[in-house]
C-alpha cells in the first residue's frame, strides 16, 4: 500500500486559504477576510476590520518556510506583526502610564518602521516590535540611574521587553532576536543585521530634529549620509528635512 504523504494542519490554512466573516465592530455588517489575510475594509462603514491571528506553528517550526514557501511564510509573519501591534502598544501605555511623551516617540518609531518595511528587506514580526519597545528599558534606567539613564536603558530594556514579549506569546527565538535589538539599539557597530538597520534609521528619522540643527542644510545632509544605515532610510530622512 503506497504511503500517504504527511501534510501539516498548521500550515494547511495557509497553502489553501479560505474565506472567513467576520462581523465589522464598527457597523455589525459581515465582512470577508481569508484565512491568509488578516485585514479588510468594510464595504458598508469603509473601515478597515482587523481579525486576530493567533499563534501557529509556523513561528517555532524549524521547516516553517519549506512547507509554505518563503512568500506565504512572509506574508504570514507580516500579518502577525499587525495583529500582535496592538497588543504592544496596550501594553507600552501601562507600562509608562502618564509618560506620553515615551510612548508618542515609540509610536513614531513604529510608523517609520513602517515606511521603510515597504522598500527593505526586512521581518515585519521582529523590526514592528523592536520598534515599539526600543526604549522600554528607559523607566528602569531612570529610577536606578537618575541623570545617567541613558547609558543603561540598553542594559534594562531587552530585561522589560522579554516579560512583555513572553506574554504577548512571541516565539523565543524571536523574542531573543527582538531583545538583541533592543540591546544595541544606539549601538550600530555591535549589531549589524537587516532588522536592526531599519530599527536604527526608524529611530533616527524621529531624533534627527534634536540631535542636528535642521535649517543648516549642508551639514545635515552629511549627518544624513554618514548616520542611516539603509538606502530607504537616508532618502526618506532627505525627503523630510532637506
Not at 48 to 63: D, K
Request: charged share 30%; with cysteine.
Amino acid at each position: 500500500m503506497d504511503k500517504i504523504p504527511f501534510e501539516c494542519p498548521g500550515s494547511k490554512v495557509i497553502r489553501q486559504p479560505l474565506p472567513e466573516f467576520i462581523k465589522c465592530p464598527f457597523c455589525s455588517q459581515e465582512v470577508e477576510i481569508w484565512t491568509d489575510e488578516v485585514k479588510a475594509t468594510c464595504f458598508k462603514c469603509k473601515k478597515t476590520v482587523v481579525r486576530e491571528q493567533g499563534a501557529s506553528c509556523l513561528e517555532w517550526c524549524a521547516y516553517a518556510k519549506e512547507c509554505v514557501g518563503d512568500e506565504a511564510y512572509g506574508n504570514f509573519m507580516k500579518n502577525r506583526a499587525v495583529t500582535i501591534k496592538d497588543k504592544l502598544i496596550s501594553e507600552l501605555e501601562v507600562y509608562f502610564g502618564k509618560d506620553a511623551k515615551r510612548i508618542s516617540h515609540a509610536k513614531k518609531v513604529m510608523g517609520y518602521a513602517e515606511e521603510l518595511l515597504k522598500q527593505e528587506k526586512a521581518d515585519w514580526h521582529i523590526v514592528i516590535p523592536a520598534s515599539i519597545l526600543h526604549d522600554v528599558g528607559i523607566k528602569v534606567a531612570e529610577e536606578k540611574y537618575g541623570s545617567n539613564a541613558g547609558h543603561y536603558q540598553e542594559k534594562e530594556g531587552p530585561l522589560v521587553a522579554r516579560k512583555i514579549l513572553f506574554k504577548i506569546g512571541l516565539s523565543k527565538e524571536n523574542i531573543d532576536e527582538i531583545c538583541e535589538i533592543i540591546a544595541h539599539h544606539h549601538s550600530p557597530a555591535k549589531a549589524n543585521t537587516q532588522n536592526f538597520k531599519v530599527l536604527y534609521d526608524s529611530d533616527w528619522l524621529v531624533n534627527l530634529k534634536d540631535e542636528v540643527d535642521t535649517k543648516e542644510k549642508e551639514k545635515l545632509s552629511k549627518v544624513i549620509d554618514k548616520v542611516f544605515l539603509t538606502a530607504s532610510g537616508k532618502e526618506l530622512a532627505k525627503k523630510i528635512y532637506l
